[in-house]
Structure formats: C-alpha cells, structure tokens
T-cell receptor, first 115, second 112 residues
C-alpha cells in the first residue's frame, strides 16, 4: 500500500466556482478524516467517516462544504461557491479501527488557492 | 483560549544540539498524545505517540507526557539539518471520532 493519496495536489480556482477533492485512504483503514490547515496553523478537524457513514462534522464545515465516502472506500470533499477564505491546505487522513494505536496516516494534501 | 497551545517559534539551533519542543493543553479528557513532523508543502508524518504519563524513547526522539500538569514535550538529541521542519503536537480522546486536536506547530531549523 502506498499510503493516503490525494488529488489534485494543487488547485487554483476563481471565487464562486465549485471544486472537488479526492482522497484514497489506506485500503484496510475504515476511519477517514478531513482536516483544513491554513498557513502557520495546525490542521483543524472538518469531518469524520467510519466506513461510509459520516459521523461527525465540525462547525467549520459550512453549508457550502459537502463530503462523501461512497462504499466506504475513497472520499470526496466538495466546496461550492468558493470564497477567498477557503484558501488552505485540505488534508485527508485515515486510521485503523483504533486510531490511537497507530496514529493517523495523512496524505500530502490538496492546496487550494481561491483568486 | 485554544485547547492546545504550542509556541510557533521559529526555533533555530546548531547541528548536534538538543531540541526541546513543548505543548500545553486544557482538556483533561485527552488520553492519547502524538507528535507529527511536517515538511514544507507535505502532509504531517507521525513521529511518536503515547498515552501514559512518563517518557517514551525512539532513537534520537523522546516524548514526555505529564498529565498532572497538562504538558507534553518532544526532545530531539543530536539534531540534524534533516530535522528542520514544523513539529506539531496533537492529542485526542479514545471515544467517538477520535479526532485530533493540533497545536499551532513549531517551525524548527537546524543549522549545519
């Protein structure tokens, strides 16, 4: 397994456009997380999936954000009507059943720039 | 006030020095503590994790947790230029989503 893959690595979009990011977790991991990281800050939790079920969402996840994980495999994060404040690194992480045992494996992230 | 506080630095030390990185936290429910290393434009990489008070050693790295003081540390011995990165502390509770709460990150530079 090559770890957590995220696509695209970079995305530049105009304000108001919709964007979608993809995350492919480690295959045997049933926990999947999305985080957002702005410059000079630590990652902040956005949402959590256990298999295909989205079990928790942060207050940071406004109505313009939606995430899915069909069939409990890959996940997508969509941002509608992007705003400049959405510019950030979007990180995906996956973990085994007991996340605390092995920690989380993060992808390299998708860097979003809204112009 | 943030749940996890970490001095953002930057911290610059000469090669071979011992580096001490620290975080404090306010939520006594945190049970698992981790240190991640993040290189520029990369995702965080897990360095160490621990769940009990005391020390845990792995090569040149030692993680220390003091739950009574709500204080965790990471020590790097014989620091190398390749250790130059941002170091993030993170913690979580065992129940539910087990989501990580991160510190701000400390930017570390090891000078040859």
């Amino acid at each position: 397994d090559t770890g957590v893959s995220q696509d695209p690595r970079h995305k530049i979009t105009k304000r108001g456009q919709n964007v979608t990011f993809r995350c492919d977790p480690i295959s045997e991991h049933n926990r999947l997380y999305w985080y957002r990281q702005t410059l000079g800050q630590g990652p902040e939790f956005l949402t959590y999936f256990q298999n295909e079920a989205q079990l928790e969402k942060s207050r940071l996840l406004s109505d313009r954000f939606s995430a899915e994980r069909p069939k409990g495999s890959f996940s997508t994060l969509e941002i509608q009507r992007t705003e400049q404040g959405d510019s950030a690194m979007y990180l995906c992480a996956s973990a085994s059943r007991w996340a605390g045992q092995d920690g989380y494996t993060f992808g390299s992230g998708t860097r979003l720039t809204v112009v | 006030q943030k749940e996890v506080e970490q001095d953002p630095g930057p911290l610059s030390v000469p090669e071979g020095a011992i580096v001490s990185l620290n975080c404090t936290y306010s939520n006594s429910a945190f049970q698992y503590f981790m240190w991640y290393r993040q290189y520029s434009r990369k995702g965080p990489e897990l360095l160490m994790y621990t769940y009990s008070s005391g020390n845990k050693e792995d090569g040149r790295f030692t993680a220390q947790v003091d739950k009574s003081s709500k204080y965790i540390s990471l020590f790097i011995r014989d620091s190398q230029p390749s250790d130059s990165a941002t170091y993030l502390c993170a913690m979580t509770i065992i129940q539910g989503a087990q989501k990580l709460v991160f510190g701000q990150g400390t930017r570390l530079t090891i000078n040859p």
